[in-house]
């Protein structure tokens, strides 16, 4: 079956304090990972799409990543502007025609200044 | 510019009561979609259309119904609302599915605050 999961489900991070989120997957063909920021009360903001492994990505602070088992979002320096929920999708291949995304639970990141 | 806009933001109403959600987008994307967010924060696709043609029903209940009037819209119907139904319901859009090889990226709206009682 296929399936996503983040961990972990809370990070607490001082200003400054580079980390890593981690979206591990398991889908029969990977037809693209996503990773979308979602604030209290918004919807989902879209950050990156990967679609092989060895392939990464660069926003301001945040770095995706991705290999054949997981990926990786390092936030770099954080800010407190930077506390967000991040959520991990992925698209099957199976999936191709319908769209439909598999999301993780997320991450829920707090950083303080 | 909104992108993907849903109205209303929020629907507070009585269990059996009927209520519909609104959703456009001015993308100009092809597919459209409607997704359920349970009070864990887990996101569930719920339907997808393509061109106005219903491409995913996941297992929704038939007191669900998905209409989509042309491409930039796609209305959701509930009818005998019940109180499993209280989540936050998110309209997304993307580029048409069926015309790439690759996962295209999907847009959400703001969000539908819904609450049974």
């Known amino acids: 079956e296929d399936q996503v999961t983040q961990s972990p489900e809370a990070l607490r991070l001082q200003e400054g304090e580079s980390s890593s989120l981690n979206c591990s997957y398991t889908v029969s063909g990977l037809r693209g990972l996503f990773w979308y920021r979602q604030d209290p009360g918004k919807g989902p903001e879209f950050l990156f799409t990967l679609y092989s492994a060895g392939e990464e990505k660069e926003k301001e602070r945040l770095k995706a990543t991705l290999t054949k088992k997981e990926s990786f979002l390092h936030i770099t320096a954080p800010k407190p502007e930077d506390s967000a929920t991040y959520l991990c999708?992925?698209?099957?291949?199976?999936?191709?025609?319908?769209?439909?995304?598999?999301f993780g639970q997320g991450t829920t990141l707090q950083v303080k200044p | 510019d909104t992108a993907v806009s849903q109205t209303p933001k929020y629907l507070v109403t009585q269990m059996g009561n009927d209520k519909s959600i609104k959703c456009e987008q001015n993308?100009?994307?092809?597919?459209m979609y409607w997704y359920k967010q349970d009070s864990k924060k887990f996101l569930k696709i719920m339907f997808s259309y393509n061109n106005k043609e219903l491409i995913i029903n996941e297992t929704v209940p038939n007191r669900f119904s998905p209409k989509s009037p042309d491409k930039a819209h796609l209305n959701l119907h509930i009818n005998s609302l019940e109180l499993g139904d209280s989540a936050v319901y998110f309209c997304a859009s993307s580029q048409d599915i069926r015309a790439s090889g690759v996962g295209e990226t999907q847009y959400f709206g703001p969000g539908t605050r819904l609450l049974v009682l």
């Open positions: 993308l100009g994307h092809d597919t």
């Open positions: 999708a992925v698209q099957a291949r199976w999936s191709g025609n319908t769209g439909k995304l598999i």
